[in-house]
């Protein structure tokens, strides 16, 4: 059991002002498939996007565990699901690999401006036919002088449609095995890079998604993170990072989920009395409380064993398997509690369900970590 220190109570506890405002209209939102522009000019304002980095470089400075606790405080506090996934998107996706493996010159030009939010980030991993086998990827980067030319496509790059600042990841070495990928950070501008139009999806509908196309792309040496063949090193550590500040968002949504749910049973009247009192409903709110209690407790296992340096790869893959499958099964539960006011879009529930599936796909789906684990017991 973790106990937080009270600077990291007071850290998570400043959020709190701005997160009703921030939650204000999300189910129009959530219709319209809108960026919400100006609820996340709220969350530069507040640091948050600067959680894990650099003081020296306009971050606050905080560690895994501490960047963890506060992102589940955004996800208890804040309806918007989508904007809390472009946060955590934004944060791991160029911010970390960048401040692990950027040049001094590469992060005193980007990680202040990605701290204050006035860059965003992605990174376009996904290909058409190379989702979670990523070693499978075909985009391709060519040595020429000082530069490489990368030729390609990728799919679902979460804020890609908003993005300014990019890290892609590209095969430069046709031999198998890990060291064929390469990352680099590519600003939207780069000639040959172009963009998509957003794709219209199931949930999380307010944090865009889209195509990324790569035509005789120029890229100075210079903008590899890590070294030429480092790529899937840096994807491994992203990907770390990645399941537990997004999953640590899951888990605060759960827990104000529940919450919403176990008031709702207690004034919800039927036959009488409230519907809480009946074994049926009392039941499937026990089962929340248990899934949400062992989803923090392996995100919180995983990051406090990533944070001390150990190898946390079974701990971060069942981590992302068990929180997952419980915010789907919590949301479906909301949902049944709720009954016709859950199905209804009004009240924010149904759509809760609609973005928890996204959470047992990105990130590695449900079977992969199933695969990952029962690799790592020697299966």
Request: aromatic fraction near 6%.
């Amino acid at each position: 059991m973790t106990t937080w220190s009270q600077d990291q109570q007071r850290l998570r506890a400043s959020l709190q002002p701005l997160l009703g405002k921030i939650s204000d209209g999300h189910v129009e939102r959530d219709s319209r498939a809108d960026f919400p522009r100006e609820q996340w000019d709220l969350l530069r304002a507040s640091g948050i996007l600067g959680l894990p980095f650099e003081e020296g470089l306009g971050g606050l400075g905080q560690d895994l565990l501490t960047t963890v606790y506060v992102l589940e405080g955004l996800g208890q506090g804040c309806r918007d699901a989508g904007l809390n996934f472009s946060v955590t998107s934004h944060m791991v996706s160029t911010g970390v690999p960048l401040q692990r493996f950027g040049s001094q010159e590469l992060k005193e030009r980007y990680l202040p401006r990605l701290c204050t939010g006035e860059l965003i980030g992605a990174h376009a991993i996904t290909e058409p036919d190379s989702g979670s086998d990523a070693l499978a990827m075909r985009t391709r980067a060519v040595r020429d002088g000082d530069s490489f030319v990368l030729n390609g496509s990728k799919a679902f790059v979460s804020n890609g449609p908003v993005a300014d600042l990019i890290t892609v990841y590209a095969r430069t070495s046709d031999r198998p095995g890990p060291l064929s990928i390469t990352a680099f950070l590519l600003d939207r501008d780069t000639p040959g890079l172009s963009f998509g139009r957003p794709i219209p999806k199931m949930g999380l509908r307010t944090s865009p998604l889209g195509e990324l196309f790569l035509d005789d792309c120029r890229v100075p040496a210079s903008r590899v993170l890590g070294r030429t063949g480092g790529g899937f090193l840096v994807l491994d550590h992203v990907m770390r990072w990645e399941v537990l500040c997004s999953f640590a968002v899951n888990t605060g949504e759960m827990r104000d989920r529940l919450e919403r749910c176990l008031d709702y049973a207690r004034t919800r009247t039927q036959f009488g009395r409230p519907i809480g009192s009946h074994q049926a409903v009392s039941h499937r709110l026990v089962d929340m409380e248990i899934g949400l209690e062992s989803a923090r407790h392996w995100l919180f296992s995983a990051a406090r064993k990533l944070a001390a340096g150990e190898n946390a790869a079974k701990e971060v893959a069942i981590a992302k398997l068990v929180v997952s499958e419980a915010n789907v099964a919590s949301a479906l539960g909301a949902v049944q509690i709720f009954g016709g006011n859950g199905y209804m879009a009004e009240y924010g529930i149904e759509k809760e369900l609609r973005n928890s599936v996204a959470s047992t796909i990105y990130s590695g789906t449900s079977e992969i970590q199933r695969n990952r684990i029962a690799s790592m017991l020697g299966l």
